[in-house]
């Protein structure tokens, strides 16, 4: 049962903040929500130790077609960090507050950036494209996620300020045409730079709560270095250009593994 631990504990973690937030939001929805998301992750983390090639797909899909489909467009939730500052604005711990809470603020402090790899909807329409595996040198502009970052409060602070009426169905079309845009810009930037995760490195907002929290991350891949026989291969398939090998908090990109584990896949002698 050892090998199966951490899709446990995964289970575990998410079925606390469950049972929780139902006692004490005194609220039925969040033991459904976040039992159905642990699960799915929890699954995902399963089928990969079974060896299924689709396992990480399976929970983005799942997670991400939930949170896209369901809570986005039919319950009207915006779950987009203009939604954070909404309900933060608001003064209302609820939805994408909570949401916030969980998935970006303090969770990585557990499980790093994992709702990147397994749980965000706009990433999981980006690892469909063809370059999954960055073809050219990272680029130096990752200061624009801070003019998004900016932006996104801006608009949210501008609607309060001006006593919008009607601000929910505002932040509904917002939440639309918020993931529009995120989509063609994901897209764009992918075959321009030759990189399905172009977006998330340079332009997603929601890195700046990520990264910092990322840094002290309890679940993170390591290197045996007794088994490591510098091949390169794990650094080649990494999506995000993380150097893996490096059990060091300051390793290149640590704070942009996104858990997807095809470092681990790859390594030709199980070191990871």
């Keep these: 049962m050892k090998k199966y631990f951490l899709p446990l504990s995964m289970l575990a973690v998410f079925e606390t903040v469950a049972i929780t937030l139902w006692l004490t939001q005194n609220n039925i929805?969040?033991?459904?929500n976040f039992s159905y998301i642990g699960i799915s992750i929890s699954l995902g983390i399963f089928l990969f130790i079974k060896k299924y090639r689709y396992a990480r797909r399976t929970a983005q899909l799942l997670v991400g077609l939930y949170m896209l489909v369901?809570?986005?467009?039919?319950?009207?939730?915006?779950m987009q960090i203009e939604g954070f500052w909404y309900y933060l604005f608001s003064g209302v711990f609820e939805a994408a507050a909570i949401h916030y809470a969980v998935a970006k603020i303090f969770g990585p402090l557990l499980f790093g950036r994992g709702w990147c790899g397994y749980a965000c909807w706009t990433a999981m329409v980006l690892d469909f494209?063809?370059?999954?595996?960055?073809?050219?040198?990272?680029?130096?502009?990752?200061?624009?996620?801070?003019?998004t970052f900016a932006l996104s409060l801006i608009f949210v602070s501008a609607l309060f300020l001006a006593h919008a009426g009607n601000i929910?169905?505002?932040?509904?079309?917002?939440?639309?045409?918020?993931?529009?845009?995120?989509?063609?810009?994901?897209?764009i930037l992918a075959y321009v730079f030759k990189d399905n995760r172009a977006f998330c490195k340079y332009?997603?907002?929601?890195?700046?709560?990520l990264k910092p929290m990322s840094y002290f991350s309890l679940l993170r891949i390591k290197c045996d270095?007794?088994?490591?026989?510098?091949?390169?291969?794990c650094k080649n398939v990494c999506p995000m250009e993380v150097d893996v090998?490096?059990?060091?908090?300051?390793?290149?990109?640590?704070?942009?593994?996104?858990l997807c584990f095809e470092c681990v896949r790859n390594c030709p002698k199980d070191a990871l």
């Design 225 to 233: 270095k007794s088994k490591c026989v510098s091949c390169g291969k």
């Design 70 to 78: 369901y809570l986005g467009f039919i319950c009207g939730e915006n």
């Design 245 to 258: 090998t490096d059990n060091s908090r300051k390793r290149k990109n640590g704070t942009e593994c996104i």
């Design 29 to 32: 929805f969040y033991l459904f």
């Design 129 to 147: 494209l063809p370059y999954k595996v960055p073809e050219a040198p990272r680029k130096k502009i990752g200061w624009v996620r801070y003019i």
């Design 203 to 209: 332009i997603c907002p929601i890195t700046i709560f």
């Design 168 to 187: 929910e169905r505002i932040m509904f079309w917002a939440f639309i045409i918020g993931n529009v845009l995120y989509y063609a810009a994901g897209i």
